[in-house]
Nanobody, 124 residues
Framework: VQLQASGGGLVQAGDSLRLSCAASGYTFSDYTIAWFRQAPGKERLFVAAIGGSGATTVYADSVEGRFTISRNNVKNTVYLQMDSLKPEDTAVYYC??????????????????WGQGTLVTVSS
């Protein structure tokens, strides 16, 4: 599986941004995709995940109600719509795939394939 994340950039607090993760390899609708983020000097943390069919989603408490994860199984792409951005959302955002399950889960150890990351910077 190959993953390509895009859509990062510099925005102001309160703005919105949409990240995309384009995938290739295996049957896209058979596996879960998640977003993680890593701020400078900090560990990589779970943000959101979506199951293969799109029916199941999981969010970190810190983004619940502000971020929305979705997928288009025709375009083999997962999206992360980020609204009401805060400076503490600043990080490199990575998409990852767990090909062993179509059910969304927040555990970083479950994800075998990773994209290259896209930087999101939120200024105050």
């Amino acid at each position: 599986v190959q993953l390509q994340a895009s859509g990062g950039g510099l925005v102001q607090a309160g703005d919105s941004l949409r990240l995309s993760c384009a995938a290739s390899g295996y049957t896209f609708s058979d596996y879960t995709i998640a977003w993680f983020r890593q701020a400078p000097g900090k560990e990589r943390l779970f943000v959101a995940a979506i199951g293969g069919s799109g029916a199941t989603t999981v969010y970190a408490d810190s983004v619940e109600g502000r971020f929305t994860i979705s997928r288009n199984n025709v375009k083999n792409t997962v999206y992360l719509q980020m609204d009401s951005l805060k400076p503490e959302d600043t990080a490199v955002y990575y998409c990852a795939a767990d090909i062993t399950t179509a059910v969304a889960a927040p555990l970083i150890s479950e994800y075998e394939y990773w994209g290259q990351g896209t930087l999101v910077t939120v200024s105050s």
